[in-house]
């Protein structure tokens, strides 16, 4: 016999209140389950919404990585273009054509003489022009050897320093 049954003989309690007190054990046992149910969807919610948060974080910080690269890249850019614009040797009265190779393509321009000793010598280098495909300018050593640490791609020819040297010219007449 359960000690329910036995209050109830006894005649401590009445039916109606044995009957009430179990429906309330059953609504908190109820609440508890709905509770725990609750808190489990919640703290699931909450951690997808953290996830997703540190999503978002991390796209930020990788558009931003990317930006900051490109900024980079076209500061870099602009400094080539300056650094061309201010060394640049190519002279219009030159008449000598000079061909080079430029990836697969056998390019060529026009230099003097003494520039043509020059870019054999290693004194003078060729660089690519990123707004025209066709022009290319001549550099000094120092100019094109520091075009080459910001934009490497852009220094076309650069033979070693003391290559030829002006001895090794033969003294071939003016035609």
Partial sequence: MSLRDQLLKAGLVSADKIKQAEAEAR??????????????????????????LARKREADRQRNLQREQERQRKEARERARQLIAAN??????????????????????????QQ???????????ARNDKDPF???????????????IMPEWVILLYEEGGAQEDDWPDWPES
């Fill in 27 to 52: 609504k908190q046992a109820h609440q508890g389950k709905k509770d725990k149910n609750a808190a489990a969807a919640e703290a699931e919610r909450r951690r997808q919404q953290e996830a997703e």
């Fill in 88 to 113: 640049r040797a190519n002279q219009k009265d030159a008449e000598i054509r000079y061909n080079f190779q430029d990836g697969r393509y056998i390019r060529s321009l026009r230099v003097t003489a």
């Fill in 116 to 126: 043509q000793k020059q870019l054999a010598a290693g004194l003078l280098g060729i």
């Fill in 135 to 149: 022009d290319f300018p001549l550099l000094p050593r120092e100019a094109a050897l520091k075009l080459r640490e």
